[in-house]
């Protein structure tokens, strides 16, 4: 079973501050997405990353994928309230059709 | 393009009664996910269709529950009878190939 932990489970920080979150595996996959999920709504797809070792940049939000393709992290820079949510992070099954999910970290920005 | 739709997005229902959660996937996914949301455990896929046909109903909880996905835009997730250990919120996903999923608003589902 492919499994992904991410960490902390609660952030909670002053806006302008900097964090970073991170989805780690024991287990290699393809890709890795993450999914920011507001209060009341469902996830909303962010980024896929794909190639070992890529770094995408979304904004403020950056994303990075292991050289070995089994963690990811997501850094936020100059936290605003906005960024308040829900962060997933999902992986495809090896030889599935579904996905396995962490089990989130909630962050919460103060202004 | 509308995304993927869900309906209702609130139920509220009584111990006992059968409760039926609708989806309209994004046209042109071939792939339908049925997952439920609770604090307590997070994100569980129920159940997920490829070009409508089951394929790993494995995280239905129980006889209970039951889906359907009659044709490519159209899938239900049906609870019958409900229990209050049911209430959570229910997401419908769906997927083109094997990309990413995108996912509906969500139906909050209170049993009383």
């Known amino acids: 079973t492919q499994l992904l932990e991410q960490s902390p489970q609660f952030l909670s920080i002053q806006e302008g501050e900097n964090l970073t979150v991170y989805c780690n595996s024991s287990s290699v996959f393809s890709s890795l997405q993450w999914y920011r999920q507001e209060p009341g709504e469902g996830p909303v797809l962010l980024v896929t990353?794909?190639?070992?070792?890529e770094v995408k940049k979304l904004k403020r939000l950056t994303f990075q994928f292991g050289d070995a393709r089994k963690d990811s992290s997501l850094h936020i820079t100059a936290a605003q309230p906005g960024d308040t949510g829900l962060y997933l992070c999902?992986?495809?099954?090896?030889?599935?059709?579904?996905?396995?999910f962490g089990d989130g970290t909630t962050l919460t920005v103060k202004p | 393009d509308a995304g993927v739709i869900q309906s209702p997005r609130h139920e509220v229902t009584e111990m006992g009664q059968e409760v039926t959660l609708r989806c309209k996937p994004i046209s042109g996914h071939n792939s339908l996910f049925w997952y439920r949301q609770t604090m307590m455990r997070g994100l569980e896929l129920l159940i997920y269709f490829n070009n409508n046909v089951p394929i790993d109903d494995s995280g239905m909880p129980e006889d209970r529950f039951s889906a359907k996905m009659p044709n490519a835009s159209f899938s239900t997730l049906k609870i019958q009878p409900s229990e209050p250990r049911d209430s959570a919120v229910y997401f419908c996903a769906s997927r083109p190939g094997a990309g990413e999923q995108y996912f509906g608003p969500g139906t909050r589902l209170t049993v009383t």
């Open positions: 990353v794909v190639t070992g070792g």
């Open positions: 999902a992986g495809p099954n090896t030889n599935a059709g579904k996905s396995t």
